[in-house]
């Protein structure tokens, strides 16, 4: 009897033990594994957004440039013919997939020639008004989903892309964030399977980046 109820005890002590192990991981494992993506959820989009605005500031004297490039010369190879918006569209979603994201397009009706940059979180500096360089363009919403690297290869790949366009008024925002503002909405113009894609990848820990992008038309 006495073996019996020592047997008992050690296997209650190892009950026990297994359970305040598991406890442990779920009171405090758990939640730091969780903090510390957050943080490095947040230094990736801070890291985009710097990258950002550095690169709308360092544009600026180039963009005068191609103002008068566009007012003196013919550099019609570089502009887009305003009847090719699909064939456009289709060569970005080319440009996505290639660089690893998932991308949505939306067109934007065109409204006067002067931007600015979305609007700074507190205490942070915008951009000055920049004038576009032509009054003929088609401005077009860009949504990626990606991370770090595959949005920066995307943006990296439009520079070079057949057709000059301005980039602008970058977003960037947590996969998790993004899907919580937009929980219970759907794109009804989005085929079932675009649906399952775009649900599937709110699940990994990813960023959404928006922005603008204005091509210039003949």
Not at 2 to 14: G, M, P, S, T, V
Request: proline share 2%.
């Amino acid at each position: 009897m006495k073996n019996f109820l020592k047997n008992q005890r050690e296997a209650l002590a190892i009950f026990c033990y297994i359970g305040l192990v598991a406890l442990l991981f779920y009171v405090v494992i758990f939640p730091l594994i969780g903090g510390i993506d957050g943080v490095r959820d947040r230094i990736q989009e801070e890291q985009i957004k710097q990258e950002s605005s550095r690169k709308q500031l360092n544009d600026l004297p180039k963009i005068q440039e191609q103002y008068a490039t566009l007012q003196n010369s013919n550099i019609d190879g570089i502009l887009l013919d305003k009847d090719d918006a699909v064939i456009l569209i289709e060569k970005l979603e080319q440009l996505a997939s290639q660089s690893g994201n998932d991308i949505s397009i939306t067109v934007q009706e065109q409204t006067n020639q002067k931007t600015t940059n979305t609007k700074a979180k507190k205490g942070a500096e915008s951009a000055p008004i920049i004038e576009l360089p032509s009054a003929n363009y088609l401005s077009l919403k860009i949504v990626l989903n990606g991370d770090l690297n595959t949005i920066g290869r995307f943006i990296k790949m439009l520079e070079s892309f057949e057709y000059y366009c301005d980039v602008m008024d970058m977003q960037i925002k947590n996969m998790k964030e993004a899907s919580a503002s937009k929980s219970g909405t759907t794109n009804p113009f989005d085929d079932k399977k675009n649906q399952s894609t775009n649900l599937s990848a709110i699940t990994g820990n990813k960023l959404e980046a928006s922005f603008g992008a204005t091509f210039y038309t003949k």
